[in-house]
């Protein structure tokens, strides 16, 4: 999985003032908590920060908080409701010999017969929820539709990836070949 490196500076916490100052300055505040790990409060340039919030995949964040390193995942993110600004971060420590869990972007391979044929293939989900050690983890997971026929779907329960575990329901479809108008049209004159 790709890691993305992050510089912080540890903050004062405690008045609304402080969070304040700290946005006045375009950073954006912070906390990291964990296993193992004592709560730091920090903050991050709100530039930088974009890489990690602005892209549709999943990174494991190396933060550097003033000469301590810290491995972590993004936990949650508070945005500003008109203006879509990162409001706080919250940061979950782990580790390299832990498995983690963590939301990974899927990715549809293959031309499916259902299409060829006139179906429409709906794609339901862009992230599936994984559970596995840091170097098992993936940038995305793979899909192949090759197969997949009209009327026919694939959900999480169909999948398996070495070294990790898929920890979404079985049930959460992932996508899904329909009949469009145009197909059942066919379908009908080719049975009569």
Do not use: W
Not at 9 to 29: F, H, M
Not at 90 to 113: C, M, R, W, Y
């Amino acid at each position: 999985m790709k890691q993305l490196e992050l510089k912080g500076t540890v903050r004062t916490t405690g008045k609304k003032a402080d969070v304040k100052s700290v946005r006045k300055e375009e950073r954006v505040p912070c906390v990291i908590y964990g296993q193992g790990v004592e709560n730091v409060s920090f903050s991050v340039d709100a530039k930088e920060l974009k890489q990690l919030t602005h892209t549709p995949y999943s990174h494991i964040v190396k933060l550097s908080i003033d000469g301590k390193e810290y491995l972590a995942v993004l936990h949650a993110i508070q945005y500003h409701p008109v203006t879509d600004n990162a409001l706080h971060v919250d940061f979950l420590a782990v580790s390299e010999n832990k498995p983690v869990t963590i939301d990974v972007p899927v990715k549809i391979v293959g031309n499916s017969e259902g299409v060829k044929a006139g179906g429409k293939l709906e794609v339901s989900v862009r992230k599936l929820r994984i559970n596995g050690l840091i170097a098992n983890l993936p940038d995305e997971l793979s899909v192949d539709i090759t197969n997949l026929q009209i009327g026919k779907q694939i959900s999480a329960g169909d999948l398996s990836y070495d070294g990790i575990k898929i920890v979404s329901a079985k049930t959460t479809l992932i996508c899904a070949v329909k009949m469009t108008r145009g197909a059942a049209a066919a379908a009908t004159e080719a049975a009569e």
